[in-house]
C-alpha cells in the first residue's frame, strides 16, 4: 500500500493474534477467576515487566507456540493450534509468561525472511508501537529474537499504529535525537554481538519444535 514517503510502499506480514497472545495468557491462567480462587487483576499487565525480568531468558526451556486462533505464519493455517511444550516439574508462572512473550517474537521472526526475501532488503530495524512498547524487557525479547534488529520504541507514540508513526517520523528529525538514536543503537548492536550464538541456538531450537508440530496432530484443532 502507499506510503508517507513518496517513493516508498509499506509492505504487510500478519503475525496473526501478537499481544493479545500474552494477554490471553495473563487473564485465562495467570489472573484467572474460577473454581481454584478469584485471581483477578485490573491490569493484568501491570506486573509483566517484573515477570519478564524475573524469569531466565528461554524461559526455563519452556517454548509457548502462540497459534491460539490459527497461525498466520510461518504458514497460513486456520487449523492450527498451539501450546505450551517442554514443561519440567521446575516450571513457574513466570516461565510460562515469559515463553508466551518468547513465542510471539519468534513467530514475528518467522515473517523477516518472507518480508526481506520480497523488498529485497535487510531488515535492521523493528519499530514497536502499540502497548507492547511500553514494557522494556518485552522490546530487548523481540530484539534478542529478531536476529539482533534494532528496536526502536516511542513512548509517545505507543498508542498508535505502524502506519502512523511512519507519518510522524517523515515529519520531524532532529539533530540530537538522532544522535541518542546512535548512541543507543551501538550499545544494542555490541550487546548483540556478545550473545549471538545463544540467540541462534534458541531460533533453532523454536525452529525444529514447530516443524514437529506442524507435521503432527496434536497442532490442530479435533475433527
Given at each position: 500500500?502507499?506510503?508517507?514517503?513518496?517513493?516508498?510502499?509499506?509492505v504487510?506480514?500478519?503475525?496473526?493474534?501478537?499481544?493479545?497472545?500474552?494477554?490471553?495468557?495473563?487473564?485465562n491462567?495467570?489472573?484467572?477467576?474460577?473454581?481454584?480462587?478469584?485471581?483477578?487483576?485490573?491490569?493484568?499487565?501491570?506486573?509483566?515487566?517484573?515477570?519478564?525480568?524475573?524469569?531466565?531468558?528461554?524461559?526455563?526451556?519452556?517454548?509457548?507456540?502462540?497459534?491460539?486462533?490459527?497461525?498466520?505464519?510461518?504458514q497460513?493455517?486456520?487449523?492450527?493450534?498451539?501450546?505450551?511444550?517442554?514443561?519440567?516439574?521446575e516450571?513457574?508462572r513466570?516461565?510460562?509468561?515469559?515463553?508466551?512473550?518468547?513465542?510471539?517474537?519468534?513467530?514475528?521472526?518467522?515473517?523477516?525472511?518472507?518480508?526481506?526475501?520480497?523488498?529485497?532488503?535487510?531488515?535492521d530495524?523493528?519499530?514497536?508501537v502499540?502497548?507492547?512498547?511500553?514494557?522494556?524487557?518485552?522490546?530487548?525479547?523481540?530484539?534478542?529474537?529478531?536476529?539482533?534488529?534494532?528496536?526502536?520504541?516511542?513512548?509517545?507514540?505507543?498508542?498508535?499504529d505502524?502506519?502512523a508513526?511512519?507519518?510522524?517520523?517523515?515529519?520531524?528529525?532532529?539533530?540530537?535525537?538522532r544522535?541518542?538514536?546512535?548512541?543507543?543503537?551501538?550499545?544494542?548492536?555490541?550487546?548483540?554481538?556478545?550473545?549471538?550464538?545463544?540467540?541462534?541456538?534458541?531460533?533453532a531450537?523454536?525452529?525444529?519444535?514447530?516443524?514437529?508440530?506442524?507435521?503432527?496432530?496434536?497442532?490442530?484443532?479435533?475433527?
Amino acid at each position: 500500500m502507499p506510503a508517507p514517503y513518496g517513493d516508498r510502499y509499506v509492505v504487510c506480514a500478519e503475525n496473526g493474534l501478537g499481544g493479545k497472545i500474552v494477554e490471553t495468557v495473563l487473564r485465562n491462567l495467570i489472573y484467572a477467576v474460577d473454581e481454584l480462587g478469584n485471581n483477578h487483576a485490573a491490569d493484568p499487565f501491570a506486573a509483566l515487566e517484573i515477570c519478564l525480568r524475573a524469569a531466565p531468558a528461554g524461559a526455563g526451556g519452556v517454548m509457548f507456540l502462540p497459534w491460539l486462533n490459527g497461525a498466520s505464519a510461518p504458514q497460513g493455517d486456520a487449523g492450527m493450534r498451539g501450546g505450551f511444550v517442554n514443561m519440567s516439574l521446575e516450571t513457574t508462572r513466570r516461565d510460562l509468561v515469559r515463553a508466551a512473550a518468547e513465542g510471539v517474537a519468534h513467530n514475528l521472526r518467522a515473517l523477516i525472511g518472507p518480508v526481506e526475501a520480497f523488498t529485497r532488503q535487510r531488515i535492521d530495524e523493528i519499530a514497536l508501537v502499540g502497548g507492547a512498547a511500553r514494557a522494556q524487557t518485552w522490546c530487548q525479547i523481540l530484539a534478542d529474537v529478531l536476529h539482533g534488529a534494532w528496536v526502536a520504541t516511542d513512548g509517545d507514540l505507543a498508542g498508535l499504529d505502524a502506519h502512523a508513526k511512519l507519518i510522524v517520523d517523515a515529519s520531524r528529525a532532529t539533530t540530537d535525537a538522532r544522535q541518542g538514536e546512535r548512541d543507543a543503537r551501538a550499545q544494542h548492536e555490541a550487546a548483540q554481538r556478545a550473545m549471538q550464538s545463544a540467540r541462534q541456538a534458541l531460533w533453532a531450537r523454536w525452529d525444529r519444535m514447530v516443524n514437529r508440530w506442524q507435521g503432527g496432530v496434536l497442532g490442530r484443532t479435533p475433527g
